[in-house]
Nanobody, 111 residues
Framework: QVHVVESGGGLVQPGGSLTLSCVAS????????LGWHRQAPGKEREWIGT???????FYMNFATGRFSISRDNDWKTVYLQMNNLEREGPAVYYC?????WGRGTQVTVSS
């Protein structure tokens, strides 16, 4: 069974930046690409953006210009760089690849 694990969450001040990472127990990112999602308390999980197997990235409107998805050269780690974290409330951020979801990492924006 493939495991996907997010890391890098935490407390960040309004206007600050944070980078999340996602790794998998097998090299599936190269095949399936990866999507980042988030879920705020009491809300539906929402898609943030995706990097496909060719390295092309796609983003929801709210993420365009502030969030950036990238990968390392070996496709072992995929990152979500988040800048100007001001409007976001607390949420759990998830990565998903090939149908495999991680358990998420909590991000809280607060002064």
């Amino acid at each position: 069974q493939v495991h996907v694990v997010e890391s890098g969450g935490g407390l960040v001040q309004p206007g600050g930046s944070l980078t999340l990472s996602c790794v998998a127990s097998e090299n599936i990112f190269r095949l399936y690409g990866l999507g980042w999602h988030r879920q705020a308390p009491g809300k539906e999980r929402e898609w943030i953006g995706t990097i496909d197997s060719k390295g092309t990235t796609f983003y929801m409107n709210f993420a365009t210009g502030r969030f950036s998805i990238s990968r390392d050269n070996d496709w072992k780690t995929v990152y979500l760089q988040m800048n100007n974290l001001e409007r976001e409330g607390p949420a759990v951020y998830y990565c998903m690849s090939g149908g495999c979801w991680g358990r998420g990492t909590q991000v809280t924006v607060s002064s």
